[in-house]
């Protein structure tokens, strides 16, 4: 499982007058746990919008499953989670549940265990906007789960869970990778470093490393992630 | 287009329309009592309310649709559902079809309240038949709709949503022949009033008042308006873009 899932070249996006993205190359191995890692406002959710193909790009190429982003055909391969949930705040979980079923074409009885895996079984019948932000969250994340898409996509999934419900989202995460799926996870806080197969750290619109923890860690000689992410934003800047 | 998640849109957009009680409530109600006050104000006095109780079945579905529909999707774009909806298989037809269709059902049950209303105890007595009166009071709120769900792509926000209403439906309404028979207007004022497509919304229910076939002319209305609720749909799909800057 050694394929390329994801392939960019030469991407940059301009969003109001600034360029945001310049320039970025880079590829995702297919099966994989990739986390995008950055500080706020770096481009995390503008590079993911533009991989699922719904961001304008000035320049460049992006590829994913071999085909160009946003490519008809991809549509029922991708899974996106936005950053902010996006689900009916109206409709009870099992009725989000069934509407997305019904737009992806998948049987409606998936959604219990899309809702399993989110640990939420027992609030099928709760109107979303009555959850709190991490539940909606994760109502949000199993709606993309229904599809069983060959790559996911997750912005910042894991922001205000608490640490024993993350760490069950980070085993998720890899029991789809070992299954073949290929995920692309955003964090903006450097402790999720440790849970992803390799790791693209981002910052101001560009990809200042790329490789596994491992390999970060020798290149860097520093024990802790967060510590090699400011050695090699320092090394840049130098 | 798919025929499986057109259905499912416009169960969902049902779903949450009755989920909310307070504006189920609105929908239904407040045209029934604008109705009886109408009654009241022209005091009983047939002809007048024969005449103006009909043409506002025509202009309830159509206003009410308007509002509700732009807000429904304003919200559908600021919530991310929309974005997320278009990275999916789903066609933007499926998506605006499902809203027709969902919006459409809750005006047909909005019109025959108010139809039962009026020609029930208000004893309104329109020469054509009850079904033509339905048919145009349903194709008027699907026109209601399109042209919502158009407006709602230059919204940013419920509050410009929301003043859509009197920049876009208040002026119809004033030159629709409502207020003041369209042919005692200014020249300038009739002409712009035979580009606006609540005009055609409210002649056919002033022809079904006069007569009970199905007239050429009442034909024609009918055909404006569900011509131009196609238009303003193919239009809205044009700014249901995939991609966003
Ligand atoms: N809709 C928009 N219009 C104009 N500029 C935008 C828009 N959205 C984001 N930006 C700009 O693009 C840059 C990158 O934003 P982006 O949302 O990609 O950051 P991020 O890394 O996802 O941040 P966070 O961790 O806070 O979610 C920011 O400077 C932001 O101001
Ligand atoms: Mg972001």
């Known amino acids: 499982m050694n394929s390329t899932a994801i392939k960019v070249e030469g991407l940059r996006v301009d969003r109001g007058h600034r360029t945001v993205l310049n320039g970025l190359d880079f590829a995702i191995p297919a099966g ?3 986390g995008l890692l950055g500080p706020s406002g770096c481009g995390k959710t503008t590079l993911i919008r533009s991989i699922v193909g719904v961001q304008r790009v000035k320049a460049g190429t992006v590829e994913v499953l071999g085909r160009p982003a946003g490519a008809k055909a991809l549509r029922s391969r991708v899974g996106y989670v936005t950053q902010a949930p996006s689900v009916y705040a109206d409709l009870t979980v099992a009725a989000n549940l069934r509407y997305f079923a019904s737009v992806l074409g998948v049987p409606a009885d998936r959604g219990d265990a899309a ?3 989110v640990a939420l079984a027992d609030r099928r019948g709760d109107v979303v906007g009555r959850l709190s932000g991490g539940q909606r ?4 994340l199993a709606c993309a789960l229904l599809g069983e898409p060959e790559l996911l996509v997750l912005d910042e999934p894991t922001v205000g869970l608490d640490p024993l419900l993350r760490r069950d989202l980070w085993r998720l995460f890899h029991d789809l990778a070992a299954r073949g799926t290929t995920l692309l996870v955003s ?4 402790d999720e470093a440790d849970r992803c197969d390799r790791l693209l750290l981002m910052r101001e619109g560009a990809i200042v490393a790329d490789g596994t923890p491992a390999e970060l860690r020798e290149r860097t000689g520093a024990d802790d992630l967060e510590d090699a992410f400011v050695r090699v934003v320092e090394a840049v800047a130098a | 287009m798919n025929a499986r998640v057109t259905l499912a849109t416009a169960r969902r957009v049902l779903a949450q329309l009755h989920g909310d009680h307070r504006t189920v409530a609105l929908l239904l109600i407040v045209p029934c009592v604008l109705m009886a006050l109408l009654y009241w104000v022209f005091d009983g006095d047939e002809r007048v309310f024969g005449r103006v109780g009909l043409m506002l079945l025509g202009v309830f579905p159509f206003v009410t649709m308007f509002l509700v529909t732009s807000v429904a999707m304003l919200r559908e774009r600021t919530s991310g559902t929309l974005e997320r909806l278009l990275t999916t298989p789903l066609a933007k037809l499926d998506l605006l079809l499902g809203y027709a269709l969902a919006f459409g059902v809750a005006a047909l049950v909005q019109a025959a309240l108010a139809s039962a209303l009026a020609l029930g105890p208000l004893g309104l007595d329109p020469a054509g038949s009850v079904t033509l009166v339905l048919t145009l009071a349903v194709a008027n709120a699907v026109l209601g709709m399109a042209l919502g769900l158009l407006v709602s792509a230059f919204a940013q926000s419920e509050f410009q949503a929301v003043q859509f209403l009197p920049a876009f ?7 629709c022949g409502l207020i003041a028979p369209r042919d005692q207007m200014a020249g300038a004022l009739e ?7 609540m005009t055609y919304a409210v002649d056919g229910m002033n022809q079904l008042a006069r007569t009970s076939e199905l007239s050429g002319d009442l034909l ?6 569900v011509g131009a609720a196609a238009a303003a749909l193919a239009l809205g799909a044009g700014t249901l873009r995939r991609r966003t800057a």
């Not at chain 2, 439906?169 to 030159?175: F, I, Y």
């Not at chain 2, 002409?191 to 497509?197: D, G, R």
């Not at chain 2, 024609?220 to 308006?225: A, F, K, R, S, W």
């Open chain 1, 32 to 34: 994989a746990v990739t």
């Open chain 1, 137 to 140: 969250a994760r109502v949000s």
């Open chain 1, 115 to 117: 809702l399993d895996a």
């Open chain 2, 191 to 197: 002409a712009i009033s035979t580009v606006l497509p």
């Open chain 2, 169 to 175: 439906v208040l002026p119809q309404l004033l030159l």
């Open chain 2, 220 to 225: 024609v209305d009918l055909l404006v308006v």
């Open chain 1, 187 to 190: 964090s903006h806080v450097m």
